[in-house]
């Protein structure tokens, strides 16, 4: 077994693992450990596909990484806002 194919291992069983974790409610959507498992185990996987050439499976990965790191980038420029002060009545 290759290094490639050891990386695509490890992120098929790392995405449906999010997913599994998603699902049963232990993890958030739009928490960044989510968001990040994603994004990550989407880029192991597209290094696989990519080294075998195949080329749905690179696309896919692809998109499930670029959509995993726009949720990364949105949850860590949320960390450094403050909550508005509550208005109370006019």
Known sequence: ???????????????????????????????????????LFAVLLLVWAVSIAAWQSALLNGVWAAVGLVGVVRIVGRRGETAPEPHVGD
């Open 1 to 39: 077994m290759s290094v490639t194919d050891v990386l695509g291992w490890v992120g098929a069983l790392g995405i449906l693992g999010a997913y599994g974790l998603l699902t049963v409610g232990r993890w958030d959507s739009a928490s960044l450990r989510y968001q990040g498992a994603n994004t």
